[in-house]
């Protein structure tokens, strides 16, 4: 990526969200033949490791606010790669993958480590060791 006609802010707030986009974009862009977004391999990939899990305890995992994960949640379902599996009338969902959706993951798994690959490549392994410990500090910041 070039950088020559880009400059950076004075706003970190503004650097962080171009950054971000920036990289929302490269991740969204291997994970395309897989039909899925960065968002939604992430949710994949933490309802896999919690299943099953509720919708409160997957938002308080990935940090989401619970009405946007539920919002995310809804294509997934509609593709048939998350299931809720709480008995019927019960308030607390218990979400759990299907079979297609473990499938989905593990053809997804390939294209997110390229994205990785891509992304340390660019940065070198020092500057993304400390742009990860940099993330964290930010992170931990909020009141």
Known sequence: MKTENK?????????????????????????????????????????HAMEPVSVSELAAEIRLDRTTLVRNLKPLERQGLIHDIAPPGTRNRQLCLTAAGRERIEQANAYWELAQKRIEAQLGQ??????QALLLKIEVLAP
């Not at 950054?19 to 949710?43: K, N, R």
């Not at 020092?126 to 742009?131: A, G, R, V």
């Open 7 to 47: 400059k950076s802010s004075v706003c970190n707030c503004l650097n962080l969200r171009r950054a971000s986009l920036a990289i929302t974009e490269i991740y969204d862009h291997y994970l395309a033949p897989c039909q899925l977004s960065v968002s939604q391999f992430s949710i994949l990939k933490h309802t």
């Open 126 to 131: 020092e500057d993304t060791k400390t742009l």
